[in-house]
């Protein structure tokens, strides 16, 4: 259903304006277009999610995400000949960045439930992907999108260098689950980069705790955060799908909010693909 003028202006009201912040990881993604070119993309999406620099710098979007720079010290500046997979790619700003380091292949999935959390937060309708559309044609990008769920990446029947799952594990109900489809789609030798909710209490940590969330505990009118993750957890869950472990690169606080990022790299396989017992954790009959 088309948004309105005014459902797409009260959102906009709502949204503040891009901070140094969000203007610092838009601009590693510059895009020149003119300034007539941005305002019609910018006009043409009702909410946006990322921020994006067009114009020189001149004109950005304003995306509801808010600080993201320290993503950026762990993503690869070098991407040349590599696959990569952005899985809850949004409005594929880390797709695109992806491929303008080199990557021969970028696929970006979205199962566009974030419809329901526009909706329920701002109270506007999204058709779903349309962020993406539009600055896949201001770049002329090759990264191919689809909209599928991230339990269901073994359609891909294709794997990846290096897969990207921000923001995402946090809003599953089943995190395990979802890291061992992300082993299965990883090539060998390949990683994952992954970033999600974390814990204000670094005690937990001495127990590898997972953090389980009142419906709305973290964001207003969010139903969608489950966990809370400790370094700890991450690795025994990340051993557990298949993974050599998970080695934590940063636990920052955002606007009050923790965050982790860490790097899940690949254990061992089977010829066939298939995980080795030892990778995950479990013994010759099976128990864990």
């Known amino acids: 259903m ?21 203007k610092a990881v838009a601009d590693a993604l510059p895009i020149e277009v003119s300034a007539e070119a941005a305002q019609a993309a910018i006009e043409s999406v009702p909410l946006w999610f990322h921020t994006f620099s067009l114009n020189g710098g001149q004109i950005y979007t304003h995306g509801v995400a808010r600080d993201h720079r320290y993503r950026l010290p762990f993503f690869p500046e070098d991407l040349a000949g590599k696959s990569v997979l952005d899985v809850g790619a949004f409005d594929g700003f880390y797709a695109f960045l992806a491929e303008s380091r080199g990557a021969t292949r970028v696929v970006a999935v979205d199962n566009e439930q974030y419809r329901d959390w526009v909706k329920a937060r701002w109270g506007v309708e999204l058709e779903g992907g349309e962020g993406f559309r539009t600055i896949a044609r201001l770049l002329e990008s090759d990264v191919e999108y689809r ?22 594990l946090h809003r599953v109900e089943n ?6 489809i992300l082993r299965r789609r990883l090539e060998p030798g390949g990683e994952v980069l992954l970033e999600t ?20 505990e973290v964001y ?3 139903d969608f955060v ?27 606080t955002i606007d009050g ?9 690949a254990g061992s396989a089977d010829a066939d693909g298939s995980l080795v017992a030892a990778a995950s954790g479990a013994d010759a009959n099976g128990a864990v």
Not at 201 to 207: C, H, N, Q, R
């Open 2 to 22: 088309p948004v309105s003028v005014d459902e797409r202006g009260a959102a906009a009201a709502s949204i503040p304006a891009p901070t140094a912040a969000e």
């Open 147 to 168: 909209k599928l769920d991230a339990f269901e990446l073994d359609e891909l029947d294709e794997r990846f260098d290096l897969i990207l799952c921000f923001g995402i």
């Open 175 to 180: 995190p395990l689950g979802l890291l061992s």
């Open 197 to 216: 909710y974390g814990v204000a209490d670094k005690s937990l940590e001495d127990a590898a705790a997972i953090h389980v969330c009142e419906s709305g």
């Open 220 to 222: 207003a009118r969010d």
């Open 226 to 252: 489950y966990w809370g993750f400790t370094g700890g957890s991450l690795d025994r869950l990340a051993r557990i799908a298949g993974f050599a472990g998970a080695t934590v690169l940063d636990a920052p």
């Open 257 to 265: 909010h923790p965050r982790i990022i860490c790097r899940l790299e």
